[in-house]
């Protein structure tokens, strides 16, 4: 019974004098140290594991309720993290002691990503949330269509939330792919999808390739006009669809990818390797804050004359105002300059004739396109007001032109009979370009829906900036200050394109020299670019989208297959599905193991040992098999 006695000695150290409890901690100390020293050093053939885990079940048993939680959701990255921490912490309010303190502590570790002990505190909330964000999937089924509102996609959106859970737990625990997104950014959901677009195009290339063979066979031998050609047609453009919309899906994901990375640690830190290969590729720059200073020095010259940079301030202005948006002052927004035209990461110019703009007097099925606003407001006969006009023909008594205003108040009143929706009506009638709004979807997988903010001069110089703020549902809870959609803890980003520009009246005439300029030096560092990064993604064993010829010292591209639009998003995709780490990290497996979950599983029954010591029972009457109990 001298063991029995030796741990009675923890019961309640409030009750006992100083020197007893000095006594009784020594003691037990000694008993730790025996039953340690004996369950190392002896043979231990008869362990019973059954009574281990009810030793282990009484102890969560014995947990106060947000222990309990705690222990339930450790494995749920951040999830897990806040409901220890506020368990922990909890304990330590209602029992302040160096033994809860150090629970506390050693409870926040898991916090920590691995590898990177000294980032403890907001760095870490970074890190972890970057991770977690990284690998929801980018593709929404369900999210865009006719009569989908917030409602709708939050549930569309809800979806995806369990694959994203599975993924963010692969990322967490399993080696390979903690050590792929530790070393090259690169998310399990990139992977997934970047290795779905390589079998997708393999497989329709493979079915397209004979079906290509036969239709230029029927066209050498002239039966383009029979219902089997027509057939042939359809089936190959079927093929060419399902994989270019895999090769979209898989580039779109790692620009999400890289758009989290850049808004939870900036615009140039962040990103290693892959992500940073094609920063400029589908992008052009992307800056600390959204202003259009930046903007204007970046791609100002592509701006016509006709509206410059007063046009552009305007669009500026307007798109703080979107209610989609829901600008936040409080909050910084990265402003990130993006490339109109973009193979496999989209196409963002709709064109003049794309109805965008929301219209009850002209256009078709309450839309209205630039050529209808052309045609409406542009469009003068010898009655319509203004100087200037054609002189009647023989044939034509009342022939039309295309004419620009001269009058500020007279454009507006043109404008005002489209029926579309003027934002900054005084500043027309100062001399300023009438700013409207429009929206559309884009095949661009990380923007989606997309606003158009479009820029109308008097003489019909048209510049049109597509937006978008990278989020998922842009939605404020009533009441409160809380925004769904947004990354918590990171920067706001906003997606601007380059100008889009157009000339109502003169559609034939030539851009300036100025801009002519402007749009080669734009060509030039995307190709740029795009040699850089295919140069690095060979360099991963694998990846092969050219050959090296010895004779002509050049190197020959491979045939191109279905489903990507340039060899650089070709080699972008097999580099994400083929890299591989130098080393396995093994790290959070321990960590967890070792420190995140025992913890609170250690207090639980150590409190429980001191309850039974008060009943008369003791861990030690209840343990005949001599392995040590877990609060030891």
């Known amino acids: ?31 730790r140290k025996e039953q340690l020293e004996s369950l190392y050093n002896m043979e231990r053939p008869n362990i019973d594991y059954a009574q281990i885990a009810e030793d282990a079940y009484e102890g969560i048993k014995a947990m106060d309720t947000a222990d309990q939680i705690a222990l339930g959701t450790s494995f749920v990255p951040i999830v897990g993290d806040i409901t220890g921490g506020i368990a922990d912490t909890r304990t330590l309010i209602n029992e302040p002691s160096l033994r809860n303190l150090g629970f506390l502590l050693a409870g926040l570790l898991p916090f920590v990503p691995s590898g990177g002990v000294v980032k403890a505190g907001r760095g870490a909330y970074k890190a972890a949330a970057q991770k977690a964000a990284t690998n929801l999937k980018n593709r929404v089924p369900n999210f865009y269509g006719q009569g989908v509102g917030s409602v709708q996609k939050g549930a569309a959106f809800g979806t995806t939330i369990p694959e994203g859970i599975v993924n963010v737990l692969r990322a967490r625990y399993n080696p390979t792919d903690k050590a792929l997104q530790e070393k090259y950014n690169i998310s399990v959901a990139d992977r997934k999808v970047a290795r779905s677009a390589l079998k997708v195009s393999e497989k329709k290339t493979a079915e397209l390739r004979p079906i290509q063979a036969q239709i230029r066979a029927m066209r050498k031998e002239g039966k383009v006009d029979t219902e089997e050609f027509e057939a042939l047609q359809e089936k190959a453009k079927g093929l060419r669809k399902d994989a270019n919309t895999a090769g979209k899906v898989a580039v779109g994901q790692g620009n999400q990818t890289r758009a989290m990375t850049k808004q939870y640690y900036g615009p140039d830190t962040g990103l290693q390797g892959i992500h940073k290969n094609y920063d400029q590729v589908d992008h052009i720059k992307t800056f600390k804050t959204f202003n259009v200073d930046d903007y204007f020095k970046t791609v100002g ?6 509206t410059g940079k007063e046009g552009v301030e305007e669009i500026f202005k307007q798109i703080k105002t979107l209610p989609a948006i829901g600008y936040n002052p409080k909050k910084n927004y990265q402003m990130n300059i993006r490339r109109t035209h973009t193979g496999s990461a989209g196409k963002l110019e709709k064109g ?11 256009g078709k099925e309450g839309r209205a396109s630039l050529v209808d606003i052309k045609n409406s407001v542009f469009t003068r006969t010898k009655n319509s007001p203004g100087k200037r006009y054609l002189k009647p023909t023989k044939k034509d008594k009342n022939p039309t032109m295309l004419q620009g205003y001269n009058n500020d108040k007279e454009f507006l009143e043109a404008l005002d009979k489209t029926g579309i929706n003027i934002l900054n009506r005084d500043e027309v009638l100062k001399g300023k370009p009438a700013i409207i709004t429009g929206d559309g979807t884009t095949d661009a997988y990380e923007l989606g829906g997309v606003n ?37 803890g990171a920067d706001r980003f906003m997606n601007v394109s380059e100008p889009i520009v157009y000339d109502l009246i003169n559609p034939t005439k030539k851009a300036t020299d100025i801009q002519k300029d402007a749009k080669a030096a734009l060509k030039a560092q995307k190709e740029s670019a795009e040699l850089a990064a295919i140069a690095e993604y060979e360099k991963i064993p694998g990846v092969k989208v050219r050959e090296f010829n010895e004779k002509t010292g050049k190197y020959k591209y491979l045939p191109k297959p279905v489903g990507f639009k340039s060899y650089e998003q070709w080699a972008r995709v097999q580099a994400v599905a083929k890299v591989q780490p130098t080393n396995k990290d093994y790290s959070r497996l321990i960590k967890d193991a070792t420190i995140g979950s025992p913890t609170r599983v250690v207090r639980a029954l150590e409190e429980d040992e001191q309850e039974n010591k008060r009943g008369g029972g003791s861990v030690i009457e209840r343990n005949p098999y001599n392995y040590p109990p877990r609060s030891i």
């Open 452 to 488: 158009y903010m479009t820029a109308i001069s008097k003489r019909g110089k048209i510049t049109q900036i597509v937006n978008d703020e990278h989020d998922v549902i842009s939605r404020k809870i009533p009441k409160t200050d809380i925004e769904v959609g947004k990354l918590p």
């Open 301 to 306: 010259d592509l701006v016509p004359s006709g």
């Open 1 to 31: 019974m001298a063991e029995e006695k030796g741990l009675q000695g923890l019961v309640n150290p409030r009750s006992r004098t100083v020197r007893g409890e000095e006594e009784r901690m020594l003691e037990a100390q000694r008993l």
């Open 352 to 362: 003049p004739q794309a109805r965008l703009f929301y219209s009850n007097k002209i």
